[in-house]
C-alpha cells in the first residue's frame, strides 16, 4: 500500500473482509481541514469517474455523503438479479425506507399526474445511482450527440469525436452463449464501437441467463415493427429492438459500478495514484476566494464542520438534484432565489435548477402462461440450484439484470391522432432519436391458470414538460425541492396515449396469442377512449430515474446556461459540474453512458489545461 493514499482509503483497500467497527473508527476518526489539488463532491457515477482519471496526476478527494454499498446493502445491489426487484424502484409516497443507501427524496404534489409525491430514489452511496440502477448499458443516437454539439457550437460533440471517450470508460465482455442458454435471444452488436484492447474501467457483459418472459414478450414487439437492430445500441442508432448488455462484471456476475470499477482501479497498488475519500461527508457550501475563484467546500461528518481546500478546481458532481442545490446554497442560482433565502448572489444564473427532462413510463399488465426469472427462483429449492449455479459458473437466473429494450419512431397510423403542435414538436427531434422505448417483463403470479403477470411498459423519450429543482432555505438539511413538471404539457400525454395503443397491439399481436391468458389486468379492457386512456396514464405513469439537465451546459450568455461545454459554471472560476445535470436535455434511452463518457472527456479537458 503506498503511503500517499491516506486513512480513509486503506479501509476500502482492505477489501471486504476488514470489519465493519474497524471501517468505521478510520471513517470518523479523520474529519478534519485538508489540502488537494481536486476536490470531488459526490462520489457517485461521474464524481468516481473523473476524480480516478484525475489522480492519475494531481492530488483527489472524494466528499461522499454515503457510505459502501457493498456493507450497507450486500447482496441487493450485488448481486445483478436483485437490482431488478429492489425496494428502491418503489415510487409512491408510502414507500419501504433504506435511508442508508438512498436520498429519500419526494416529490411535490404532481398536478398533472393524479396530484401524486413521487418517491424518486438517488444512490447516497460510494457509486450514487450507479449502485442502485438497474444496469442497462446503452447509448445515445448519434443524432442526439450532434444536436448537443450544434447547440454548444463545439463538435467535440459528435458522435464520432466522442467515441473514444465512451471507449476509454468500459471494457465489453461478448455473449458467453455456452451459459445464456437460449439461443432464441440473440444477441447483435457492433464489436468496433468498443475498444478491445486499451479495456475501460467499467464491465460491460450480457447475462448469463434469459427471462424466458422476456424472450415471448420480444416477439411480439418484433412483429409489430421493431425489427432487431442489426448493430445493437450502442453503435450511434437506438431504433428497433436488441439484447442489450449490463453494467456486469461477467467475471463473477457481480455489479460493475463506478466504485467497483473506477474507484477500485485508483485504488490499485500497482498504479500510481493519489485519491482520498471522505465517506458519511456532506459538502454543505462551496467557498469561493474574492476573485469568486472556488477554492474548497465545508464538509460536515457526523456534525463536525470542515474545510477541504481546492488548490487546483472544485469538481461538483452531486447529481441532478443536488448539484443545483448545492450551487444555490453557494451562491449560483436565480437571483430571486437567492435573495429570497438570504444567500449572498456570487453568480445570478437563472438556468440552476431550471429545464428539469424526465423520461416517463406507464405499464400494461396481462397474464401469460410461460415462466419468468421469478418463477424460477420461487420456492427455496429452486433457490439453491440457482445459488448453485450463480456461484458455480456466475450463470443462471440470480447473474442476469436483463434485458430486452425496444424502441421506435410512432409509425405514421399512430401519428394520425396527434394534433398539428404536437406533430411540429416532434418534427424538431433529429431523425434518429426514438419516441418511445418498450420494455417487456413479468413477476411470479398468485393466479392458478397464469403462470407470470408479464408487463409491457412505454417510456417517453421526447418529453415537452419541464420540471424544476429548487431550495427552501439556506441550509444542506432541507431536501432540494422538485417539481417534475410531469404531463403540464399536453403533448405528452397525447404521444403516450398513441404509445399506449402501441403496447395493447403488441399484446394482441398473433405471435404471443398462444400464452397469453385470459383479458387485460391493468389497466382493463373497459379502458378504451382517449381520454380514460390518458386518465389511467395520469394514474400511473412513474419514474425511470433518467431524470437531467438542471444545470445546463450551452454557451455563454444564453439563456438557461450554467456551464460551458468544457462543464466550467459561468460567473465564477475554478468551479465544473459533472454529471447528468449538464446534459442540456435527456439523450433518448438510458444515460449511464453518457455520463461515463462525459467525465472521462472532462478529465480529459482539465488534463490538458492543468
Ligand atoms: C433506480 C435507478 C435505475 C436506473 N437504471 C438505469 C439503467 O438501467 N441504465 C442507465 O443507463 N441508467 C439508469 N439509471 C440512471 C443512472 O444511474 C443515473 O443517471 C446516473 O447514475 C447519474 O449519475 P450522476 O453522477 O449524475 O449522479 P449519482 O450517481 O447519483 O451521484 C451523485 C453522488 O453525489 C452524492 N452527493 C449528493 N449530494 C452530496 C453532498 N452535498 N455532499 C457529498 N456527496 C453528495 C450522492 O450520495 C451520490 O453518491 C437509473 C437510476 C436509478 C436511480
Ligand atoms: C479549518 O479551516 C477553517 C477555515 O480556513 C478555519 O476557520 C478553522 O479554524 C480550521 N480548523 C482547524 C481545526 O484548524
Ligand atoms: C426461448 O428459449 C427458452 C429456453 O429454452 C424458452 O424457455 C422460451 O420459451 C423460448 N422463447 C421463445 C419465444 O421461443
Ligand atoms: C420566496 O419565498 C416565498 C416564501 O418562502 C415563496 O413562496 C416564494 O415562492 C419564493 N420565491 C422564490 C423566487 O424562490
Ligand atoms: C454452470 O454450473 C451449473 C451448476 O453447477 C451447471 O449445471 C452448468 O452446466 C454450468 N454451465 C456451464 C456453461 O459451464
Ligand atoms: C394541421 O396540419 C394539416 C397538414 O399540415 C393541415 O391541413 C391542417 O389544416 C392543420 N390543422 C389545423 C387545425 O391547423
Ligand atoms: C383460469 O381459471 C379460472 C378459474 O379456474 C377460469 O374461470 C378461467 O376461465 C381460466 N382462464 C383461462 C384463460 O383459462
Ligand atoms: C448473499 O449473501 C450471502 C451471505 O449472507 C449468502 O451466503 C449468499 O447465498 C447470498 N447470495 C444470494 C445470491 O442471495
Not at 340 to 360: A, E, F, H, R, Y
Not at 556 to 584: H, M, Q, W, Y
Request: aromatic share 8%.
Amino acid at each position: 500500500m503506498k503511503d500517499h493514499i491516506r486513512g480513509f482509503v486503506l479501509v476500502l483497500c482492505g477489501v471486504l473482509a476488514r470489519s465493519s467497527t474497524q471501517d468505521e473508527q478510520v471513517h470518523y476518526g479523520k474529519p478534519g481541514n485538508a489540502s488537494y489539488d481536486y476536490v470531488v463532491i459526490g462520489g457517485g457515477t461521474a464524481g468516481l469517474a473523473i476524480a480516478s482519471r484525475l489522480s492519475e496526476f494531481a492530488s483527489v478527494a472524494v466528499v461522499e455523503a454515503g457510505g459502501r454499498y457493498e456493507q450497507d446493502n450486500g447482496n441487493q445491489s450485488v448481486v445483478p438479479y436483485y437490482g431488478l426487484v429492489t425496494p428502491f424502484l418503489a415510487t409512491t409516497e408510502e414507500y419501504p425506507h433504506q435511508s442508508s443507501m438512498d436520498w429519500d427524496l419526494l416529490s411535490t404534489p404532481q398536478s398533472s399526474a393524479g396530484n401524486r409525491r413521487m418517491h424518486y430514489a438517488q444512490g447516497k452511496t460510494l457509486g450514487g445511482s450507479s449502485a442502485i440502477n438497474t444496469m442497462a448499458y446503452h447509448r445515445g443516437t448519434a443524432g442526439s450527440y450532434q444536436r448537443l454539439a450544434d447547440l454548444l457550437g463545439d463538435q467535440s460533440f459528435s458522435f464520432d469525436n466522442l467515441l473514444p471517450f465512451f471507449k476509454r470508460s468500459c471494457a465489453l465482455t461478448p455473449p458467453n452463449l455456452a451459459k445464456r442458454a437460449a439461443p432464441n435471444a440473440t444477441v447483435l452488436y457492433n464489436p468496433s464501437t468498443f475498444d478491445n484492447i486499451l479495456q475501460g474501467p467499467l464491465q460491460v457483459s450480457w447475462g448469463n441467463w434469459v427471462d424466458p418472459t422476456q424472450s415471448w414478450l420480444a416477439r411480439a414487439l418484433q412483429t409489430i415493427g421493431q425489427k432487431l437492430n442489426p448493430s445493437g445500441f450502442s453503435s450511434g442508432q437506438v431504433n428497433g429492438g436488441a439484447w442489450i448488455p449490463s453494467t456486469i462484471d461477467p467475471k463473477d456476475a457481480t455489479r460493475s459500478s463506478s466504485e467497483s470499477s473506477y474507484l477500485k482501479l485508483a485504488l490499485d497498488e500497482k498504479r500510481t495514484t493519489d485519491i482520498t475519500v471522505l465517506l458519511r461527508s456532506q459538502a454543505t457550501k462551496i467557498l469561493f476566494d474574492e476573485e469568486k475563484k472556488a477554492v474548497g467546500a465545508v464538509v460536515s461528518t457526523e456534525g463536525n464542520d470542515y474545510v477541504i481546500t481546492a488548490k487546483r478546481e472544485v469538481i461538483l458532481s452531486a447529481g441532478v438534484f443536488h448539484s443545483p442545490q448545492l450551487l444555490m446554497l453557494s451562491g449560483i442560482g436565480p437571483a430571486a432565489t437567492l435573495t429570497n433565502n438570504s444567500i449572498p448572489i456570487l453568480s445570478d444564473l437563472p438556468g440552476v435548477g431550471q429545464n428539469l427532462w424526465d423520461q416517463i413510463f406507464f405499464n400494461v399488465l396481462r397474464g401469460i402462461s410461460v415462466p419468468n426469472t421469478g418463477t424460477y427462483l420461487a420456492t427455496p429449492d429452486q433457490q439453491a440450484v440457482a445459488l448453485q449455479q450463480y456461484y458455480s459458473n456466475a450463470s443462471g437466473p440470480y447473474s442476469s439484470a436483463g434485458g430486452y429494450l425496444s424502441f421506435e419512431k410512432l409509425p405514421p397510423q399512430s401519428r394520425t391522432s396527434l394534433s398539428n403542435r404536437t406533430t411540429s414538436l416532434l418534427s424538431g427531434f433529429p431523425s434518429d432519436w426514438p419516441e418511445i422505448e418498450y420494455i417487456a417483463s413479468g413477476f411470479p403470479s398468485g393466479v392458478a391458470n397464469i403462470t407470470t403477470i408479464g408487463v409491457i411498459s412505454a417510456t417517453l423519450l421526447t418529453p415537452t414538460s419541464r420540471g424544476s429543482v429548487t431550495i427552501s432555505s439556506a441550509s444542506i438539511s432541507d431536501p432540494p425541492v422538485i417539481d417534475l413538471g410531469w404531463l403540464t404539457d399536453e403533448a405528452d400525454g397525447e404521444i403516450l396515449v398513441a404509445a399506449f395503443k402501441r403496447v395493447r397491439e403488441a399484446w394482441n399481436s398473433p405471435a404471443i396469442a398462444s400464452i397469453t391468458v385470459g383479458p387485460e389486468i391493468v389497466p382493463g379492457d373497459s379502458v378504451t377512449s382517449d381520454s380514460d386512456i390518458l386518465s389511467f396514464i395520469r394514474q400511473s405513469a412513474q419514474p425511470i430515474w433518467h431524470a437531467s439537465s438542471t444545470c445546463a451546459m450551452g454557451k455563454r450568455g444564453e439563456k438557461g446556461a450554467v456551464v460551458d461545454s468544457k462543464a466550467r459554471v459561468f460567473g465564477v472560476t475554478g468551479l465544473r459540474v459533472v454529471d447528468n445535470s449538464i446534459t442540456p436535455f435527456s439523450v433518448p434511452g438510458h444515460p449511464q453512458s453518457t455520463v461515463y463518457m462525459l467525465a472521462e472527456k472532462i478529465a480529459a479537458d482539465i488534463l490538458k489545461t492543468k
